[in-house]
């Protein structure tokens, strides 16, 4: 819960918000249930006029890092505070919102402010045009990786350019890669993945009836695609072509992570890619790597989830102790209502497009591979008003995050 605060020499309305330097970063303890299971987060550019999303966020990351190994009490960091530099530039926490209005205790994101910076305007969206401009004549890309992350977190990306993108980042391709290679790599990965398929399909009823595991998984997965996404036209029909590929997904990843097995909400992670990518072999091999991270998600102990929802109270108890204590004081503080928000990367909590939007940033890893936390973070920050003002119970905070599924406007989050 505390954060080194320095006010300003110059100017008293003003707070300088502690951060660390060099190749070390001075850690914050917080005081809090976490489990000392917090996160590091790296350098990112001035927002500008990107949805105000990725603008405010660009801010957070810049601002704040927070050092796993965390052993030092926090008032002996607030003792160093003049010793404390930012290899990032200096920020500057200003006193109450653009409009005057002070709420105190809460680090408002709005007005978190890069000094000294010129950074110039976000380029435009990644065109088609553009991307396809960036190989060369044997098709191999002719950029940086960082610099295609940078550019997707500040400008976003056409449409037309995800799908190549989203298989670039879950790394169907490799970076340098010609197009003769991904071609014969991709008929390698068909193969491989048609082996797979024919392992789960050649198993016999009897044998299946011997086979409690399998089965199982049989009737989860069966039970749970027609009913994953149907309000998107390709899942719509529980007999269509689209439902069927799922269902096949779903088994064959299952067959290659069998100790896991089928969790509700995998199917969840899943359509996006048979969505964007529209094949089910690349489909396949995109969405596992994604699982290769979220894996410990679906675990029985839920290992993943528990650590994020303790890294995502002490972000909050550090950006909004006011908010923090009342979930704390209803006996919400466990957040086990954005339970869906962590594990499906806030999938249902967006319209579809906006998803799609979110999910291009969140698949490039840029600036952090734990951006959704601080999305998480800000969101419940932006409706703070009303569960302060109406001072929210327990029942009445869940129905009231329950009811916003799938109406966030990702250009007027916070």
């Given at each position: 819960k505390h954060v080194p605060l320095i006010k300003s020499p110059t100017d008293r309305t003003l707070y300088?918000?502690?951060?660390?330097?060099?190749?070390?970063?001075?850690?914050?303890?917080?005081?809090?249930?976490?489990?000392n299971s917090l996160l590091s987060v790296f350098d990112s550019p001035k927002p500008t006029s990107r949805p105000e999303i990725l603008q405010r966020q660009a801010d957070l990351a810049m601002s704040m890092v927070i050092d796993p190994e965390l052993t030092r009490d926090p008032h002996e960091i607030a003792k160093d505070h003049s010793q404390v530099h930012s290899g990032l530039g200096s920020f500057e926490l200003m006193d109450g919102d653009e409009d005057g209005d002070?709420?105190?205790?809460i680090l408002d994101l709005r007005i978190l402010k890069r000094k000294n910076s010129n950074a110039s305007p976000p380029p435009p969206p990644l065109s088609l045009d553009e991307w396809v401009g960036l190989f060369d004549s044997e098709?191999?890309?002719?950029?940086?990786?960082?610099?295609?992350?940078?550019?997707?977190?500040?400008?976003?990306?056409?449409?037309a350019v995800r799908r190549e993108l989203w298989e670039?980042?879950?790394?169907?391709?490799?970076?340098?890669?010609?197009?003769?290679?991904?071609?014969?790599?991709?008929?390698?990965?068909?193969?491989?993945?048609e082996r797979l398929k024919i392992q789960w399909q050649s198993v016999s009823e009897e044998q299946a009836s011997h086979w409690k595991k399998f089965t199982v998984n049989k009737e989860r997965i069966e039970k749970d695609v027609i009913r994953t996404d149907r309000e998107h036209p390709k899942f719509k029909d529980p007999t269509g072509p689209y439902v069927e590929m799922l269902h096949d997904l779903l088994f064959s990843y299952v067959f290659f992570n069998f100790d896991t097995g089928y969790v509700q909400g995998m199917g969840d992670l899943l359509t996006p890619f048979l969505v964007v990518i529209d094949d089910e072999p690349s489909a396949?091999?995109?969405?596992?790597?994604?699982?290769?991270?979220?894996?410990?998600?679906?675990?029985?102990?839920?290992?993943?989830?528990?650590?994020?929802?303790?890294?995502?109270?002490a972000l909050l108890a550090m950006l909004d102790?006011?908010?923090?204590?009342?979930?704390?004081?209803?006996?919400?503080?466990?957040?086990?209502f954005i339970y869906r928000w962590l594990l499906l990367m806030l999938?249902?909590?967006?319209?579809?497009?906006?998803m799609l939007?979110?999910?291009?940033?969140?698949?490039?890893?840029y600036p952090t591979p734990h951006f959704h936390l601080f999305l998480t973070v800000s969101l419940l920050i932006q409706y703070r008003r009303p569960v302060m003002e109406n001072k929210m119970e327990f029942d009445e905070v869940i129905k009231f995050f329950s009811s916003l599924a799938g109406k966030f406007d990702l250009k007027e989050s916070p």
């Open positions: 300088i918000l502690g951060v660390s330097t060099g190749p070390s970063f001075a850690p914050i303890k917080y005081l809090s249930k976490a489990k002070n709420t105190e205790g098709g191999r890309l002719q950029c940086q990786k960082d610099v295609i992350q940078k550019r997707v977190f500040r400008s976003g990306i056409d449409s670039y980042f879950s790394d169907l391709y490799p970076w340098n890669s010609t197009k003769e290679e991904r071609t014969a790599l991709l008929k390698t990965r068909q193969k491989a993945y396949f091999w995109c969405y596992k790597k994604l699982m290769d991270r979220k894996v410990s998600n679906f675990n029985k102990d839920q290992t993943g989830i528990n650590t994020q929802l303790d890294q995502t109270r102790p006011a908010l923090y204590k009342h979930f704390e004081s209803v006996d919400c503080i466990n957040l086990y999938k249902r909590e967006f319209p579809h497009e906006e939007q979110l999910w291009d940033v969140l698949l490039v890893g």
